[in-house]
């Protein structure tokens, strides 16, 4: 019954033995299976260093197995040096033409180098020598997956769950997929089929789980997830994604339970405190949700998610100017949020720093240019200030970029009535009233005194259903 998490922990002791050895500069003897389990391991988690470091000490001990050598060529395509994987895996082909595995890894190169139809051509000569192999049937899918095809994507990555359903990353990409393409309730039947076929299938239920939780059905979910762990009890990533269903519930305190379960005992995870705290954060506890984002800051100094953690709690406090250094050292790590940036915008403007406020809401809105809350709070800035045809300009911007927000446009209406351009904001207010008249509202909530305008409210009335 619990076969799945006790094997998942003899991986990472054989993990950790390499590693160790590794970095004591010890010999380094495992078998040959061992070395393919760790590359896998490595390789998975995107850690390509470490797999071509375990490929090199593979190949060292074992210089005449096909396997090893084509794992070092694929490797090597997936950190960037094509030239070099070409030249392993032509190696191969010399030694062994029929291996499916050559094909394969000119298929992934291909779709490393972007040249698709190549890549889709490769895997299904790859099909045609090992029909039964999961993995090839999923890279043809993200062959497709990269080529925007997504019904084929899907089609290929659930033929790979067929062979293989404990293939969490083909479940990833079969759920974007029917996501994209908005055929994910249609789909459903094909993940509850692998529970009907195996009731006592961690696994099954996990992967039927997050289908539920993808289309938003989390009372399925929460009993999906349930089962794998009944079946399961160390089954971590269920524990993690039941607490993230809870999260999504609101049910804070059930999530905190399941956080703290979704990890070995006494080995906690950066990322499981953080999500701790972030739980605590929510119920408004402040001093243990920063005692655990701190936690999770001692094992992971660079989880930019503890760093605006504790300036959310901090700023929640309105200790801004404390708040400020946890803000910037998150988007110092991570300057693809928008959410960071409106963060810090907001809290740079609150201790009066209006210059460094501008320059953080004008990155969120290159990061995030169809968020609405960057340009508003940008504009809003130049309201006040005074600078009304600065305020206009740029949400004539936002609005050529978003011309379906309402809320956009009965911002810039409320500039324009505020600068006298009367013509030129009763055209835009046409706009806003026939996308959402029920959020007219907003322009009084920006200026009450509108309210008094008859012009202004006889043509509102005019588009009242």
Known sequence: MNEPSEERDEILATVRRFERMMDEGEPVFFDLGDFETIIDHYTTSTQYD????????????????????????????????????????????????????????????????????????????????????????????????????????????????RLNFDNDAAVQELLY?????????????FFRRFTDEDPYSAIAWYNLGQAYYKAGRYDDTVAAFDYAIV????????????????????????????????????????????????????????????????????????????????????????????????????????????????ALGRAEYQVGNVVSAIEAYDRA???????????????????????????IDLMRTATELQPADAELLYRLCAYLLAAGRYRQAYDVLENALLLDFDKHRMLFEFFPELEQQRALTRLIDQYRK
């Open 50 to 161: 470490r797999a071509l470091q375990a490929c090199e000490a593979a190949v060292a001990q074992y210089p005449f197995s096909n396997e090893l050598l084509v794992d070092r060529a694929q490797v090597l395509a997936m950190r960037g040096e094509y030239d070099a994987a070409l030249a392993q895996i032509d190696e191969v082909a010399t030694r062994e033409p029929d291996n499916a595995d050559v094909a394969v890894t000119r298929g992934i190169i291909a779709t490393q180098r972007g040249d698709l139809a190549a890549a889709v051509g490769y895997f299904e000569q790859a099909i045609q020598r090992a029909p039964d192999r999961d993995d090839i049937y999923f890279n043809l899918g993200l062959a497709y997956q990269q080529w925007q095809k997504f019904k084929s994507a899907a089609r290929n990555y659930k033929q790979s769950l």
């Open 177 to 189: 997929c029917l996501e994209v393409s908005g055929r994910l309730e249609k789909n459903l039947e």
């Open 231 to 342: 079946i399961d009890p160390k089954f971590y990533e269920a524990h993690a994604y039941l607490a993230s269903t809870y999260v999504s519930l609101e049910q804070y305190r059930r999530a905190i339970e399941e956080f703290e379960l979704s990890y070995p005992a006494g080995e906690p995870t950066a990322e499981a405190l953080c999500n701790i705290g972030e739980c605590h954060e929510k119920l408004a506890e402040w001093d243990t949700a920063r005692r655990f984002y701190q936690k999770a800051l001692d094992l992971n100094p660079d989880m930019d998610e503890a760093w605006f953690g504790i300036g959310v709690i901090l700023d929640a406090q309105e200790k801004w100017f404390e708040a400020l250094h946890f803000y910037r050292k998150a988007v110092t790590l991570f300057d693809e949020s928008a959410e960071y940036w409106l």
């Open 365 to 391: 809105t290159q990061v995030a240019p169809d968020a609405p809350e960057g340009w508003i709070n940008w504009s809003a800035i130049l309201y006040e200030q005074g600078n009304f045809d600065a305020a």
